[in-house]
Each structure stands twice: as structure tokens, then as C-alpha cells.
């Protein structure tokens, strides 16, 4: 079985930094696109950043110059490097990767579990 375990959220004051993680465990041959979502209360899910396997960016436009996505391919992990917070950041923040599984080599879209992340004085 193949998962998607974030951890990094928390509560930050307005202009602070938080860092979150991502790690996919499991039978896995490859990972394609691996990225952040994010939902705040009462809003739609909205991307926030994506990268692909050969490291191509992709941001919305409210977290350019402030977030920065990466991953790991040894660790099959993908980070998002939060930098000056703002309250609108508030959300619950999902990872998600596209994949294919080593056990039956089908293609498997998945989400993380969510992270909370609150920006407050």
C-alpha cells in the first residue's frame, strides 16, 4: 500500500516561516508530479505549488517569491519552504503525488492527510 504522510504545520506568527514535508512510502517504481494544495475554511481547495521529476516549478500567484517547492528523489519527498506568512496562508495544506506502484504498475493519484497551518498574532 502506498501513502502520502505530511508533517510541518502549525501555528506561526504573520511573517514567520514554517517549512512542511511529505514522504511517499510504499511499493513505488516511479513518482511523476508531486505538490501542495491547500483549503481554507468555507474556500475550495486551490493549488499552491507544484514540481515534476525533472524539477520543472509551478506557483499561484499569491505564494510566488515567498514559497519554495522541492523534493527529494532518494527520499521520495517534497517540501514547501513557507516565508513571510500571511493570515490568507491559514489552511489546511494536502500533499499529493502522482505515482506509479511497484506492486502492479498501475498510475495512482494521492493525497496526504492534511497539515494545519495557522498564521496569527
Known amino acids: 500500500q502506498v501513502q502520502l504522510v505530511e508533517s510541518g504545520g502549525g501555528l506561526v506568527q504573520p511573517g514567520g516561516s514554517l517549512r512542511l514535508s511529505c514522504t511517499a512510502s510504499?511499493?513505488?517504481?516511479?513518482?511523476?508530479?508531486m505538490g501542495w494544495y491547500r483549503q481554507a475554511p468555507g474556500q475550495q481547495r486551490e493549488l499552491v505549488a507544484t514540481?515534476?521529476?525533472?524539477?520543472?516549478?509551478n506557483y499561484t500567484d499569491s505564494v510566488k517569491g515567498r514559497f519554495t517547492v522541492s523534493r527529494d528523489n532518494i527520499k521520495d519527498t517534497v517540501y514547501l519552504q513557507m516565508n513571510s506568512l500571511k493570515p490568507e496562508d491559514t489552511a489546511v495544506y494536502y500533499c499529493?503525488?502522482?505515482?506509479?506502484?511497484?506492486?502492479?504498475?498501475?498510475?495512482?493519484?494521492?493525497w496526504g492527510q492534511g497539515t494545519l497551518v495557522t498564521v496569527s498574532s
Open positions: 514540481v515534476t521529476e525533472g524539477g520543472r516549478l
Open positions: 499529493t503525488a502522482g505515482l506509479i506502484s511497484s506492486s502492479d504498475y498501475n498510475y495512482l493519484e494521492l
Open positions: 510504499g511499493s513505488i517504481f516511479t513518482i511523476y508530479t
